[in-house]
């Protein structure tokens, strides 16, 4: 099909990327990748750049396909504790499934906290059973570890530096 796939009559899209399909369920992978609910039905784009941002910087990682790939938890919105301690025992069931070594949460700053923070403690345990990291966090270590780079400077006012402030692991707090 010459590389793309029509979309929606406007733009093509990438064929099926290896970087991605192989990836998936990929057991012993360093890391296992987590995303939110909508993000592989309408932003799968994300998902994509993610992919070959790993590939690029020879990440060893996965993605799981099965119950406990989604880490939304939107039960923790209702104050369900025990649906929301559910979900978060899959989300790590699955991990331990797939062996990896740590977790990296996608961007959403509540799904980072139903697990990194309450997802432990809805099932009884100080901390996570597995090293959990945000995904700024993240690319902030791809970065300063020289495995990624930013191809230039970026040109507005203000200071990028900020929006690591609050995430755990990033040593950007003031």
Known sequence: ????????????????????????????????YSVIAPEPKFQ????????TMMHAAGVNWTMPSTPGWDNSNMAMYTGDNEISGRIARAFFETAAKLRVKRIVMGECGHAFRSVYDMGNRWNSWVMPPFEVVHALAFYHELLTQGRITIKEKYKKKGDPARSLQCIPGTGSAR
Do not use: F, H, W
């Not at 799968?44 to 992919?51: D, R, S």
């Open 1 to 32: 099909m010459n590389g793309s796939i029509p979309c929606n009559g406007r733009r093509k899209m990438p064929e099926r990327s290896s970087k991605t399909a192989d990836s998936l369920d990929k057991v012993g992978a360093d890391l296992m």
């Open 44 to 51: 799968a784009g994300l998902i994509y750049q993610t992919a």
